[in-house]
């Protein structure tokens, strides 16, 4: 549903958006991840029509964003990162002159607005003027919007931006449940977004794709794939972190004293390893007792570090111009 070959986007000779290429299928639901300065905003405006690319082609829904713009969009939701809205309108009022703009028939326009305002928790507030609503509200106001005209694809900028926790789940919930019949790329630099709502991730910085897949897969291409968490006591406990840093696997290792004399032991494990059964072994050699021995794979957030991390970053900067 949405296709991305070669999409550059430069600004006063720096390329905010660097030859990236990637996909996302129907119904299914990608998040777009990135530090701030990464070029996500800008590469969701590409998508969306309101920047043209320096090179490179998009398609949505089939349709080329440059050429057949109109066509593209029509199969669009987009919710920006601030939502722009009419503080003097009423909710419904304002979702019905929206689904018009959007082309909805006047015979589905008032079930397209009440389904949406439903789905999206806004009804109770429909006769409300919008400039009096909690940001909550407008964001979700603005998810409505997005979804109206009942687009096949939508495209979200942050938009748990400036939530508290309660409005987060909110939209969270409201997102996920559009898994299936929608295709939803979902921009954030917010790692439990991600793991929360989406199937496969794409992360991007300084404008180049990094690594894309689902966080599983992307665990195996650190180099430290796991963390394995080991407690023991024993006569040998004192030199039994020497010797678990000695199989081969284990590529890090921390420890600290528990009660009783037992000794905890955090160990970082080579991708795609599990050398548990040489660290039992390692453990009756030194004579001591093993209570506890887990492996956890690496979280989205140390992989977002691992392939991400780098010091005095730039902002990102936005385009004045088309130009």
């Not at 593209?72 to 309108?89: I, K, N, T, W």
């Not at 005209?149 to 939508?154: G, T």
């Not at 059964?277 to 021995?293: G, I, K, P, Y």
Request: proline letters at 4%; glycine letters at 10%.
């Amino acid at each position: 549903m949405i296709q991305v070959q070669g999409l550059t986007k430069t600004y006063r000779g720096r390329a905010v958006v660097d030859d990236i290429s990637f996909e996302a299928g129907r119904g299914e639901i990608v998040g777009f991840l990135g530090p701030n300065g990464a070029g996500k905003s800008t590469t969701m405006r590409i998508l969306s029509g309101f920047l043209l690319p320096t090179a490179g082609k998009v398609e949505i829904a089939g349709h080329d964003i440059v050429e057949e713009s109109l066509q593209a969009r029509r199969h669009l939701g987009y919710m920006p990162e601030d939502v722009p809205l009419y503080p003097e309108m009423r909710v419904e009022e304002y979702l019905r002159y929206r689904a018009g703009i959007k082309g909805v028939s006047r015979e589905r326009l008032a079930g397209r607005v009440h389904e949406n305002m439903e789905r999206c928790g806004v009804s109770e507030v429909r006769r409300k003027l919008i400039g009096t609503l909690s940001k909550g509200y407008r964001q979700r106001i603005g998810l409505a919007d997005a979804l109206v005209h009942d687009p096949s694809i939508l495209i979200l900028d942050e938009p748990t931006n400036g939530l508290d926790p309660n409005q987060i789940r909110s939209v969270r919930e409201i997102i996920r449940s559009l898994a299936g019949r929608h295709t939803v790329l979902l921009s954030t630099h917010i790692l439990a977004e991600v793991e929360a709502v989406c199937e496969r991730v794409i992360i991007l910085d300084r404008g180049r794709i990094k690594a894309t897949g689902d966080p599983s897969s992307l665990a195996r291409r650190l180099e430290r794939g796991a963390r394995l968490i080991l407690e023991a006591r024993g006569a040998g406990v004192a030199t039994l972190g020497t010797a678990l840093r000695k199989v081969p696997a284990v590529t890090g290792a921390r420890e600290n004293d528990l009660a009783d004399g037992w000794r905890r032991f955090e160990l970082d494990v080579r991708g795609g390893e599990d050398p548990r059964e040489s660290l039992f072994r390692a453990v009756q050699a030194e004579q001591c007792t093993l209570r506890h021995l887990s492996m956890e794979p690496a979280t989205l957030e140390e992989i977002f570090a691992g392939l991400t991390a780098a010091e005095n970053r730039e902002p990102e900067t936005q385009p004045a111009t088309d130009a």
